[in-house]
Structure formats: C-alpha cells, structure tokens
C-alpha cells in the first residue's frame, strides 16, 4: 500500500492507496469509529462498489446505514444539501461519528459540506471512485455546492479524516469519465512539474487504457503533489493553492454556461480552460507559441477538449467574462489570473485586465 500524508497540524490525515482497498475498507475504519455506525453516502451509479464496502463494514463489526443520491453535477445544490442533512440527522449523526463518502467529486464535495455544518461540524471520510476523485478533489478539504450565480460558491474548508483509494474501481468508470478525471492529472505537470508532463505524454495512452501500474503512478504522483500543495497552503491564503486553479477561471465559466450539466464535465471544461490560459500566455508573449500547442496537442490525443471552440459553448465573450467576476479569487475588483511562463512554470498573474481577457476570447471565437 502507498501513504501519502497531509500534513496539516491537528487536521493531518493519510492517504491510502492500494488495488483492492475497498475490499478492506472495514479493518481501515475500525480504529477511527471504534463501536458506532456510519452513514455512507454514495451516487446512483456506484452500486456494486456499495455492496462491497457495506460486506466490508459488517465483516469488521462497523454497522451503517446508507443515503444513495442522484449522479450528476446538479446534486451539488441546496436541495440536495437539505435533503442529505435531513436524513443524516435522521440516522442521529453525532459530532463525533464518520459519514463516509462513496463517491466521485460530486459526491465528496457534497458530503464534505455536509459533515462541515452538521452540528457545526462532524467527521467524514473520502472513498473516491472516479479518476478525478482519486487524483484531486478527494484531498485537500475544499467542500461545497453550486449556486445559481456560480461554481463552488457556497462551502467550507473541511478535511476528511483519512482518504481510501481503490484504483480497481476504475474499472467500471465510463471512458469520457476517465478522460475528464485526466485533465486535472495533467494539470499537476502543467503547474509546476515539466518532467511529469512529459510522463503523461508518454503513458497518458496507457492509463486512459486502464493500465493498472500507470494508473498507480499517476494517482500517487498527483495525492503526493496535492498534498505538498495544500500543506503549504490549506486555506488559499498564500497564493501557493491558487495554483491548483490552473485553466479553472475559464474552466468554471465554461460550465456555468453548459449549465453545470453533462454537456460539458468538470474535467473537460479544465483541459479547455488549461487550453485557453497557455493560448492566452502566448498571446501575451509569457510562453513560448509552441508550448501552448504542445498542450493542446496532448489534449486533442487523449480526447479532450484543447480550448474554447472544441468546448463547444458559444456563449458571447462578455458573459463569459461575467462568469469569471464570481470567482472566489477575485480581490478589491481584479482577478488574479493563473498564467504560464511554459509547462511546469504556472504562476499567479495579478496585472490581467478582464476586458484584455475578454478581447482574447473573442478573438478565439473567430
Ligand atoms: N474539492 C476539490 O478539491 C475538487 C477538485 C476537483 C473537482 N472537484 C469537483 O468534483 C466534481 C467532479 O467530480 P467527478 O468528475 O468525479 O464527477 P462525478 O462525481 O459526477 O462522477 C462522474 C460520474 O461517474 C459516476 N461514477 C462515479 N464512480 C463510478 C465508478 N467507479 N463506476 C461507474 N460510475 C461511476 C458518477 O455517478 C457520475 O455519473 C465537480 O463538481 C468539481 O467541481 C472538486
Ligand atoms: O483543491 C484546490 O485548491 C483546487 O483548486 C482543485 C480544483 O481542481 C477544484 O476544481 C476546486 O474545487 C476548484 O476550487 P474553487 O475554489 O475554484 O471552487
Ligand atoms: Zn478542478
């Protein structure tokens, strides 16, 4: 089994990463729940991956009730919050009990927030069964829903108290889900990791395939520089986690105008946005013209979207722009902007003006 550890003082958790896990998961939990019942919250489209971890509670005397939520992005709303802390209270959660996530990002961000507010706060543990769960949004506490005006614009910083990774449930993800959960993969090498750019375009083939050691390469390499990331910077204070932003301010205006829908995924919408900032680097004179195409070569070959025509949305430039005034990272009315000087030299640009990004888009629509 690899450990990746997260190193945030008294909210330090471990992530376990093991093929067969799930299998495990009861022995995992035992010594964190002791003698109480868990709640496991999982989606629609996990089914046999629930009936393996509730065999693996009961086999470890940890009893559980379950809640089984709708997939898709549109459970990351108000409704379906209201709904999930009804039936937790139901099951009499207490403070110090574990609500356990079975889920791809939807799922965690969801019950992340959940166990965030429930009685002011309660435990909850990550079991993520999509590649973009697995390789992100399982580790680092950033929980939350959708609002009407945006992307994650309600949440809270909440971290699990261990994450459990099964690559073996990979195995029943759809392709498109595979590739989605790939970008924010290549992302990390985008960021700060040229060498691990260049591993994806070499193994990228292999894991979008299933290949079970590129797979654990991939995952590990990822938890370890997410983990890096977030112990430096746990509350995007710093503008170290910004980082891990990369290609999502027009990513999210992307999928607010797809309606948060499967029109366009999360994944997808980050490999255009990724497109969008090396072409906007270059545009820019950061970058060289022939790292951005690079990029946008290796998103093409692994079935991605490379920026905004292949999004497919066609929304005017200015609402995207409008899109983006929501973002979290907006300061005193300007937008810091993740920009490339090349691949693996992300970095926080404070100097954008909306209305020159703006220009930029509507030059890409031509
Ligand atoms: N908190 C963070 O740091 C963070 C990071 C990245 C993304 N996110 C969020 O994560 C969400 C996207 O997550 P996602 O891509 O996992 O989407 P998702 O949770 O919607 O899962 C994708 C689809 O795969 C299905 N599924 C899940 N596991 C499966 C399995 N093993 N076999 C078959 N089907 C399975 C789901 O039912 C769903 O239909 C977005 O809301 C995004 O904003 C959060
Ligand atoms: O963990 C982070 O920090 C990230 O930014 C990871 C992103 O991949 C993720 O999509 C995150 O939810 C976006 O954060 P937001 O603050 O822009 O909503
Ligand atoms: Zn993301």
Known sequence: MKVVPVSLGERSYEVRIAGGLLARAGDELAPLVGTRPVVIVADEHVAPHLDTLRHSLAQAGIASHEVVLPSGEGTKSWAVLERLCDALLGFGVERQDHVVALGGGVIGDLVGFATAILKRGCRFVQIPTTLLAQVDSSVGGKTGINARAGKNLIGAFHQPRVVLIDPDVLDTL???????????????????????????????????????????????????????????????????????NLGHTFG?????????????????????????????????????????????????????????????VTAPAARLVEHMRHDKKMTAGTLPFLLARGIGQTYLDKTVSLDRVERFLADEAR
């Open 174 to 244: 759809p392709a498109r889900q595979v590739r989605a959960g790939y970008a924010e993969v290549v992302k990390y090498g985008l960021i700060d990791d040229a060498n691990f750019f260049a591993w994806c375009e070499a193994n990228g083939a292999a894991l979008l395939a299933g290949n079970p050691e590129a797979r654990v390469y991939a995952i590990t390499h990822a938890v370890a520089a997410k983990a890096r990331i977030v112990g430096e910077d746990e509350f995007e204070t710093t503008g170290q986690r910004a980082l891990l």
């Open 252 to 312: 999210h205006a992307l999928e607010a105008e797809a309606g948060f829908s499967d029109r366009l995924l999360h994944g997808e919408a980050v490999a255009a946005g990724c497109g969008l900032a090396f072409d906007y680097s270059a545009a820019l004179g950061l970058c060289t013209r022939a790292d951005a195409d690079r990029v946008a070569a290796h998103w093409r070959e692994s079935g991605l979207p490379d920026g905004l025509a292949a999004s497919r």
